[in-house]
């Protein structure tokens, strides 16, 4: 390679080495989040990436983990997992309801649109409308769902009610070689479902398992569901935590969520030096305005930071199209 090909090859790598982050955060990184917290964070994800740093975390244990529903998607008024049941049992209804009493009194409630009576048979919900249903299906499903569905009372697309801000910060840290996990107590399925949306595969999913039994179709296997719920795979509390470790053999060293069911996780990113544990506090009308009260006097007690939507974030969702 002679001398000028070679400059400007060199001047070509350092144009994309400039343009690269620039373009991952919009021009500046964490843009929708707002000083001092956007500052903190920006220098927590620095420090552990830069070798030269006290806070320097090796590549292998930069681990960030974040709860799905309520800390990266709105879950109001209902949760996603929801949605997709829904849609699933609209798709199947009424014939559906003519084969036992519990599909009947299903099939029953979402014509008669009756959520507290859904809300009070959840794993029912969850379960029972899935037998017989391919993994594959059932994702497929879960990604239409998320592209096509529809937030009646904040009037945008499912899509458009992920929070503008953790995308950042979720693209930062994948900038900066942390390895992103996403734990929630939705479906494992519907969690891999949308998981591209934030640049990540399915491999990064954990969450809430339903058996699944392996047929052979065509000389391919497939996976199909039962509608059974695996013993101790309800993806909440402390399971969180060990299916993390399952997963990934590390503990997180930062970690998001905004419910009970994510303390552990908290606790776990907190545990350590460095570590970060961000709690998210829907204070926001531009959203739902909501508590978690123990949850936040945890956080008081344990000195976590809590993530005000209202002051800390300059807007919500992503803007209009």
């Known amino acids: 390679m002679n001398f000028l090909r070679r400059t400007r ?6 144009l994309l080495l400039v343009l690269v982050p620039a373009a991952w955060a919009g021009g500046r990184p964490l843009a929708s989040w707002n ?13 552990a990436a830069d070798p030269a740093s006290p806070g320097f975390v090796p590549a292998a244990e930069r681990i ?5 529903d309520g800390t990266l998607i709105c879950e109001r008024p209902l949760f996603f997992v929801v949605e997709v049941a829904l849609t699933r049992l609209q798709d199947i209804c009424p014939e559906y309801g003519k084969q036992d009493p519990d599909q009947a009194a299903l099939c029953r409630a979402v014509q008669a649109r009756d959520r ?3 809300m009070r048979h959840l794993n029912l919900l969850l379960s029972r409308p899935f037998a017989g249903m391919s993994q594959a299906a059932y994702r497929e499903l879960a990604a239409r769902v998320w592209r096509e569905g529809h937030n009646p009372k904040l009037k945008r697309p499912l899509s458009a009610t992920a929070y503008e801000p953790m995308r950042e910060l979720v693209a930062l840290l994948r900038a900066k070689g942390f390895t992103v996990y996403l734990n929630s107590g939705m479906d494992a399925l519907a969690l891999m479902a949308i998981c591209p949306f934030w ?3 399915p491999e990064s999913c954990i969450g809430t398992e339903y058996e699944l039994a392996p047929r052979m179709t065509q000389d391919q296997v497939e996976l199909m569901r039962t509608g059974v719920l695996l013993p101790g795979r309800l993806n909440l509390g402390p399971v969180k935590a060990v299916n993390l470790l399952m997963h990934c053999g590390r503990r997180p060293i930062l970690a998001a969520g905004n419910s009970g ?5 908290l606790r776990m990113a907190s545990g350590g030096k460095p570590g970060l544990a961000l709690v998210i506090d829907h204070d926001d009308p531009r959203e739902f305005v909501y508590s978690k009260s123990k949850l936040l006097a945890e956080a008081k007690q344990r000195g976590w930071v809590v993530v005000s939507m209202k002051r800390d974030w ?8």
């Open 9 to 14: 090859l060199l001047a070509a790598v350092v």
């Open 35 to 47: 000083e001092p917290l956007r500052a903190k964070l920006i220098a927590f994800a620095n420090a």
């Open 64 to 68: 960030a983990v974040f709860d799905a």
């Open 116 to 118: 507290r009576w859904l």
């Open 199 to 201: 640049g990540l595969g």
């Open 261 to 265: 069911g994510d303390t552990w996780l």
């Open 314 to 321: 300059s807007r919500v969702f992503p803007a209009a199209k």
